[in-house]
């Protein structure tokens, strides 16, 4: 896998140290050696505060690298806009970037650029960071509320991927398809040579045969799959081939639905005009 050479982490006497909530540069910060060291300083202790969420709270929980990301968040938001105090900060960045040696692509978003420094670890886990990242600069999102943001979502993953907490996972999709299929027969085939691979423990479960289509419409049987991962594929398929009759069935129903209220409302109004005209004729 192709990796991001990861800077050298600076000594730091307490790798747990807490990050400013801010890293603008002072008054008198706007030189750029100043820039650099601003930038630098907040890198290379969240370099460490990364390292020691990873041999500590790794396995443990997502807090650590959400408080992690938030304040590599908050550093990118110091580097918005026009002020000189952010244009100093963006070319500090690129500076300290030029230092360590690592190389990035000109059109290379610096965000990435910076979960890259911090992480620096393979390509695949800070783009999935950056990703988040992005998604939430793109929502408005406060540096403050990127951690509710991120556990509405469901997750860095769901944020990257765009998918709703709620969404369906393949393991439902393949319980919904099974019971599905449960009403269909297409029909039946046996072979002695099944009959030798089958295991009782296997009777009336899912069984993918891979077969070939003949001129006249029948199928060849050639292989017994009993792989969990290929059934669960196949009836994950089953599941997203069908999704146009569930939404058939879903649009019938809402129909039915809408006609059953229309249905009440006219007999209610018919009830009432009967009503109103026996009044009427007794009164009359």
């Keep these: 896998m192709e990796t991001i050479e990861k800077p050298a982490i600076t000594e730091v006497a307490n790798a747990t140290a807490q990050v ?52 590599s968040y908050r550093l990118y938001k110091q580097m918005e806009g026009s002020k000189a105090e952010a244009v100093a ?63 509405s979502k469901g997750g860095i993953e769901e944020v990257r991927s765009g998918r709703k907490a709620n969404a369906i996972t393949v393991e439902q999709k393949t319980l919904v398809a099974a019971k599905r299929m449960e009403k269909t027969i297409l029909g039946s085939f046996s072979h002695q040579e099944l009959s030798k691979q089958l295991d009782a423990g296997e009777i009336d479960k899912p069984v993918v045969l891979v077969g ?42 809402q129909q039915r639905e809408d006609h059953n209220v229309l249905q009440t409302a006219v007999d209610s109004v018919v009830a009432e005009i009967a009503i109103d005209a026996i009044s009427k004729a007794m009164n009359g």
């Design 20 to 71: 400013s909530s801010s890293y603008a540069v002072s008054a008198s910060g706007k030189k750029a050696d100043q820039a650099l060291f601003s930038v630098k300083t907040a890198i290379e202790t969240l370099q460490a505060e990364c390292l020691y969420w990873e041999q500590n709270f790794l396995l443990k929980t997502n807090e650590e690298l959400y408080k992690i990301l938030t304040k």
């Design 212 to 253: 070939t289509w003949n001129a006249d419409g029948s199928v060849n049987i050639r292989s017994v799959i009993k792989s969990k991962t290929a059934i669960n594929s196949a009836l994950a398929c089953y599941y997203n081939d069908k999704k146009a009759d569930r939404i058939k069935e879903a649009a019938e129903a």
């Design 89 to 151: 900060l963006r070319k500090a960045l690129d500076d300290y970037i030029n230092l360590t040696g690592v190389k990035y692509r000109g059109t290379t978003h610096s965000m990435n650029k910076i979960v890259g420094c911090i992480f620096g670890m393979d390509r695949r886990r800070v783009s999935a960071y950056a990703i988040a990242l992005r998604t939430a600069l793109k929502e408005n999102i406060k540096p403050d509320g990127l951690i509710d943001f991120f556990k």
